[in-house]
């Protein structure tokens, strides 16, 4: 069974921190080799924050966070976590986990090749 369930969303203020997880089932991480995040704003199309390949841990960034989140994996805890730091409020967002299935090692930050969609978490940063 696919099954993506994030948590660790808030409201903080602006410079603050948080730290997002996600977990996924058995079936999920044995048909995946990739795990990312993605966020949508209202009224925003929805963009990829970060990205893994899990068999390596090769990682991609959108250049709007780079250098303030990072994603990290515990394969023992089928765990993928996203520690924002220096959060900003354009950061305020739905944060979605999601997992690909085909993705090359360098994983694009495009939803196309993500397959398996979590319910998201709100991220709220106030200035």
């Known amino acids: 069974q696919v099954q993506l369930v994030e948590s660790g969303g808030g409201s903080v203020q602006a410079g603050g921190s948080l730290k997002l997880s996600c977990v996924n089932s058995e079936y999920t991480n044995y048909m995946s080799n990739c795990m990312g995040w993605f966020r949508q704003a209202p009224g925003k199309e929805r963009e990829g924050v970060a990205a893994?390949?899990?068999?390596?841990?090769?990682?991609t960034y959108a250049d709007s966070v780079k250098g303030r989140f990072t994603i990290s994996q515990d394969a023992a805890k089928n765990t993928i976590y996203l520690q924002m730091n220096s959060l900003k409020a354009e950061d305020s967002a739905l944060y979605y986990c999601?997992?690909?299935?085909?993705?090359?090692?360098?994983?694009?930050?495009?939803?196309?090749?993500?397959?398996?969609w979590g319910r998201g978490t709100q991220v709220t940063v106030s200035s």
């Open positions: 999601a997992a690909g299935r085909w993705c090359p090692r360098v994983v694009p930050l495009d939803a196309k090749y993500f397959v398996y």
């Open positions: 893994i390949y899990t068999a390596t841990g090769n990682t």
